[in-house]
């Protein structure tokens, strides 16, 4: 069974350019989750999706950040613009029915370095 | 708002030998769930064992148990008979039952010699 996938595994740019981060949660799953780990505050989660609707955004740093999810299986995370402090690496998660003890699946993250 | 504590950045065990890595955290909710999770240098998050608040048990899963005590807020993770492939960046969880607001510790790194 195929876990969380995310794409591109690595992605290199220059401030200033769009970035697109891509997920595929593990089908039947119906939480998605976005995280953002770095040196300086660890694991921070972004945003989550409840049934493809988003459920907390608070976690997000600012507008630049926005988080799609058009469908169950695929959701997106976009940086517009970018800058060099986003650099990053990026993971998405998913789960199922999170009011039981159900874990957080992670996906292999993203490393985004902003130029 | 909860919080997760990870007071070892770096501990290190030789192999064959048991190791056990420190996790604290702070809430007023009842009930709740605890996780620890692995990540090698590959970079995946692995999870590696998950605790229910009320549960007085605790979890054990192969080589990896953890010792939950509720009133101390504590919960640490202990590996045995430790392996080279153990060595990773391991990462305590908390998890409100009421919401998906999931708060990670800053980690430990372990090293295991051979």
């Known amino acids: 069974d195929a876990g969380v996938i995310q794409s591109p595994r690595h992605e290199v740019t220059e401030m200033g350019q769009e970035v697109t981060l891509r997920c595929k949660p593990i089908?039947?799953?119906?939480?998605l989750f976005w995280y953002r780990q770095t040196m300086m505050r660890g694991l921070e989660l972004l945003i989550y999706?409840?049934?493809?609707?988003?459920?907390?955004d608070s976690g997000m740093p600012e507008d630049r950040f926005s988080a799609k999810m058009p469908n169950a299986s695929f959701s997106t995370l976009k940086i517009q613009p970018s800058e060099p402090r986003d650099s990053a690496v990026y993971f998405c998660a998913s789960s199922f029915q999170v009011i039981f003890n159900q874990p957080q699946h992670f996906g292999d993250g993203t490393r985004l370095s902003i130029l | 708002a909860q919080t997760v504590t990870q007071s070892q950045p770096e501990m290190s065990v030789q192999e064959a030998e048991t190791v056990t890595l420190s996790c604290t955290y702070d809430?007023?909710?009842?009930?709740?769930?605890l996780f620890w999770y692995k990540q090698p240098p590959s970079r995946q998050m692995i999870l590696v064992i998950r605790q229910e608040a009320y549960k007085q048990q605790n979890a054990t899963e192969n080589r990896f148990s953890v010792n939950f005590q509720k009133a101390a807020k504590s919960f640490s993770l202990k590996i045995s008979d430790s392996q080279l492939g153990d060595a990773a960046m391991y990462f305590c969880a908390y998890r409100s039952e009421d919401n998906n607001d999931m708060r990670f510790g800053a980690g430990t790194r372990l090293t295991v010699k051979p």
């Open positions: 999706f409840n049934n493809n609707v988003p459920i907390d």
């Open positions: 809430t007023s909710e009842s009930d709740y769930y």
């Open positions: 089908s039947g799953h119906d939480y």
